[in-house]
């Protein structure tokens, strides 16, 4: 059975920074294309990175791209989001995501089959 969990979510000023896990089981992160996502209320999930299965490729929405970077460690099978600088806008509930058979770099939801329940991200003014 496949489990993602994320941890590291919580209240953060502007400015400020948050690392994020997602710790998988039931699955290696080396064969897996990875990513997160977030969701603010009332808007629709979006793509904030991705790493290929290689893990040699990664890409980044705009709106975060400088600010955040995504990284797994093999050793713990734990892939993480590293967040500075951040925004209100960053507000939302990040997911991480495991794509089964995909091996490049994939940056749309129904590219990835295994999914966590998430972690509140809030940033203050």
């Known amino acids: 059975q496949v489990t993602l969990v994320e941890s590291g979510g919580g209240l953060v000023q502007a400015g400020g920074s948050l690392r994020l896990s997602c710790a998988a089981s039931?699955?290696?992160?080396?064969?897996?294309?990875m990513g997160w996502f977030r969701q603010a209320p009332g808007k629709e999930r979006e793509f904030v990175t991705a790493m290929g299965r290689s893990g040699t490729r990664t890409r980044y929405a705009d709106s975060v791209k400088g600010r955040f970077t995504i990284s797994r460690e093999h050793s713990d099978n734990t892939m993480y989001l590293q967040m500075n600088s951040l925004k209100r806008e960053d507000t939302a509930v990040y997911y991480c995501?495991?794509?089964?058979?995909?091996?490049?770099?994939?940056?749309?939801?129904?590219?990835?089959?295994?999914w966590g329940h998430g972690t509140q991200v809030t940033v203050s003014s």
């Open positions: 039931g699955l290696s992160l080396s064969e897996f294309a």
């Open positions: 995501a495991a794509s089964g058979p995909a091996y490049g770099v994939q940056t749309t939801p129904d590219a990835y089959g295994y």
